[in-house]
């Protein structure tokens, strides 16, 4: 079973800055990761797949890159709006389970 | 655009049942793998089922609801299924459904989410 490790738990940053989150597998897996974005009291919205993918409607400012075991979504220009919970995710071939990481939680 | 709308969240007593339902629209179906997922109050994301688009005999649980959950789906009305027994109060979460989506590798994106539906255990 593939476990992802989120770093760190909280982030504390000021708008306008760059924020950094890391995804961690405890083995090697495809580029078939993706990232969330949850708000208190809202559903996850997907931000990113298949590692470096924008989902429709996300600003550019997201980003996500990694291979093999470790991963990152950096988010440029933090604005407001940003703050709130960050999973990232993968679903593995076999068994065919679906994995979350514990989530980073990104705050002012 | 695609939207999801799940029902049936509510209190029940520990070792009842309950039957969630997740209502789509703006897509075809079908054409879709489906899953489950939840989330203990304060908690992370969980998955707990999917299930294959057009075959309803592709089906996967996570260890912790195996045995007690069943997903399921009716393809003409559009509809997910999550047949809830044995409920323990760590089973108390927000339940969301999500559609599976594919990429150029293998289904492993979810989008969209309903808003979700809380269900509590009482002990």
């Known amino acids: 079973e593939i476990v992802l490790t989120q770093s760190p738990d909280t982030l504390s940053l000021s708008p306008g800055k760059r924020a950094t989150l890391s995804c961690r597998a405890s083995q090697t897996i495809s580029s078939s990761l993706a990232w969330y974005q949850q708000k208190h009291g809202q559903p996850p919205r997907l931000l990113i797949y298949e590692t470096s993918n924008r989902a429709s409607g996300i600003p550019a400012r997201f980003s996500g890159r990694g291979s093999g075991t470790e991963f990152t979504l950096t988010i440029s220009g933090l604005d407001p709006e940003d703050f709130a919970v960050y999973y990232c995710?993968?679903?593995?071939?076999?068994?065919?389970?679906?994995?979350f990481g514990q989530g980073t939680r990104l705050e002012i | 655009e695609a939207q999801l709308e799940e029902s049936g969240g509510g209190l029940v007593q520990r070792g009842g049942s309950l039957r969630l339902s997740c209502a789509a629209s703006g897509f075809t179906f079908s054409s879709y793998g489906m899953v489950w997922v939840r989330q203990a109050p304060g908690k992370g994301l969980d998955w707990i089922a999917s299930i294959r688009g057009s075959s309803s005999s592709s089906i996967f649980y996570a260890d912790s609801v195996k045995g007690r959950f069943t997903i399921s789906r009716d393809n003409a009305r559009n509809s997910l299924i999550l047949q809830m027994n044995s409920l323990t109060a760590e089973d108390t979460a927000v339940y969301f459904c999500?559609?599976?989506?594919?990429?150029?590798?293998?289904?492993?994106?979810?989008?969209?989410w309903g808003q979700g539906t809380l269900v509590t255990v009482s002990s």
């Open positions: 995710q993968h679903r593995s071939d076999w068994p065919r389970a679906i994995t």
């Open positions: 999500a559609r599976l989506n594919c990429g150029t590798t293998n289904c492993n994106y979810l989008d969209p």
